[in-house]
T-cell receptor, first 114, second 112 residues
């Protein structure tokens, strides 16, 4: 049973559209992350949050933005989608208060921009 | 500049044999390492981890070995099963930071 949920699972959208990828977790984890992954490539960190009202850019430059208004919710927004944004987007969370370092990942959103 | 490298894109093994997946890293600040398993159309799931103060960690059929001097770790799966067929990602972190750095993954195919 998944404790971190991403919607939609698949999205095909036209160039120039605004999109929001949803991510919610029910575990009360303080930290949340967005990774982008292309086939055969590493996961690239694009955004992360250490808690409510805290957001940081990751290692990979991204035209997306994120917000963290509630602990459980960490949506990612693309104001104007382009074909170069076609990728898989993975949301994850972790609870460092327990000393555990592993992430729990959602099932991902496969985005295709045409 | 890849800090975590998995140089084998794929590995094929027969059921019952040992699978060895390798990972090298360049950042000497990394002190905690994790392996994740990923099936198609799903997110990665945590498999096993090891702290830099250890050189081996075992969990059932899965064992991770760490060679700090060589900046190398490996995941051993014994015996391999067809259900182990997936992409395996090596990841690393620096103490005090929660973000993980991932390798490109190795696709393991275990044939019956």
């Amino acid at each position: 049973e998944a404790d971190i949920y991403q919607t939609p699972r698949y999205l095909v959208i036209g160039t120039g559209k605004k999109i929001t990828l949803e991510c919610s977790q029910t575990m009360g984890h303080d930290k949340m992350y967005w990774y982008q992954q292309d086939p055969g490539m590493e996961l690239h960190l694009i955004h992360y949050s250490y808690g409510v009202n805290s957001t940081e850019k990751g290692d990979l430059s991204s035209e997306s933005t994120v917000s963290r208004i509630r602990t459980e919710h960490f949506p990612l927004t693309l104001e104007s989608a382009r074909p170069s944004h076609t990728s898989q987007y993975l949301c994850a969370s972790s609870n460092t208060a327990t000393g555990a370092y592993g992430y729990t990942f959602g099932s991902g959103t496969r985005l295709t921009v045409v | 500049d890849q800090q975590v490298k998995q140089n084998s894109p794929s590995l094929s093994v027969q059921e019952g044999r040992i699978s060895i997946l390798n990972c090298d890293y360049t950042n000497s600040m990394f002190d905690y390492f994790l392996w994740y398993k990923k099936y198609p159309a799903e997110g990665p799931t945590f498999l096993i981890s090891i702290s830099s103060i250890k050189d081996k960690n075992e969990d059932g059929r899965f064992t991770v070995f760490l060679n700090k001097s060589a900046k190398h770790l490996s995941l051993h799966i014994v015996p391999s099963q067809p259900g182990d067929s997936a992409v395996y990602f090596c990841a690393a972190k620096v103490s005090g930071y929660s973000t993980l750095t991932f390798g490109k993954g190795t696709m393991l195919l275990v044939s019956p």
